[in-house]
């Protein structure tokens, strides 16, 4: 089966990093995406990895290992409104994206 | 680039009525489209996969002619809700891939649906 192993909920602090991790099992793979999701609102695009290594964005990176099934999400300097689900979403064989629950970020003053 | 809009963003409607749901790529050419609802701190569940001009490809345990999907072009589709009851109350959210960026999904802002 496909299925997506990530922490339901973390916490951190304004000004801090957090990583948030993502192990996956897929039938087939052709990327990995990565989406914030803000209460009662859509998921927004942050990054996608289709090779290993680690892909920088501002404040945001992201990581991929395939051979090990994990991904992670680096958020650097935290911010208030960084608090948000952040899913992660691989794309199997056919181009579908798999989704999990999530992980609810909590930032704390 | 690459937004998606969707309308309305929310609706109520009595048990028994159709609600359509708009999704419009836009600034680019959409060759696929997707429909998803969301319940309350559950994960993004899938309907159905529609490629303009085609029929759309729907999940299992998605009632095809419940939830109507249309992409009568590259830049539009839409979700009627048919006979809605309460338990179709949930978040419908479209999203569209086929901009630059070919296998990204980008998604619209949701639409709440009630149906009281």
């Known amino acids: 089966g496909q299925n997506i192993d990530q922490p339901t909920e973390m916490t951190a602090t304004e000004g801090a990093i957090v990583q948030i991790n993502c192990t996956y099992q897929?039938?087939?793979?052709?990327?990995l995406f990565w989406y914030q999701q803000h209460a009662g609102e859509a998921p927004t695009f942050l990054s996608y990895?289709?090779l290993d290594g680690l892909e920088e964005k501002g404040r945001f990176s992201s990581f991929l290992s395939r051979s090990k099934g994990y991904s992670y999400l680096l958020l650097k300097e935290l911010q208030m409104k960084d608090s948000a689900s952040y899913l992660c979403?691989?794309?199997?064989?056919?181009?579908?994206?798999?989704w999990g629950a999530g992980t609810k970020l909590i930032i704390k003053p | 680039g690459a937004v998606v809009s969707q309308h309305p963003s929310w609706v109520i409607c009595k048990s028994g009525t159709s609600v359509k749901i708009e999704c419009r790529s836009l600034d680019f050419q959409a060759t696929t489209m997707f429909w998803y609802r969301q319940f309350p701190k559950q994960s993004l569940m899938l309907m159905a996969t529609?490629?303009?001009?085609?029929?759309?490809?729907?999940e299992q345990g998605v009632e095809k002619d419940k939830f109507l999907i249309n992409h009568a072009s590259l830049t539009l589709s839409t979700l009627t809700v048919t006979s809605a009851h309460p338990e179709d109350s949930s978040f419908y959210i479209c999203s569209a891939k086929g901009g630059r960026d070919t296998d990204t999904q980008y998604f619209g802002p949701g639409t709440r649906l009630t149906v009281l």
């Open positions: 979403a691989p794309m199997d064989s056919n181009y579908q994206l798999i």
């Open positions: 897929t039938s087939g793979f052709n990327g």
């Open positions: 529609s490629n303009e001009g085609s029929k759309a490809t729907y």
């Open positions: 990895n289709v």
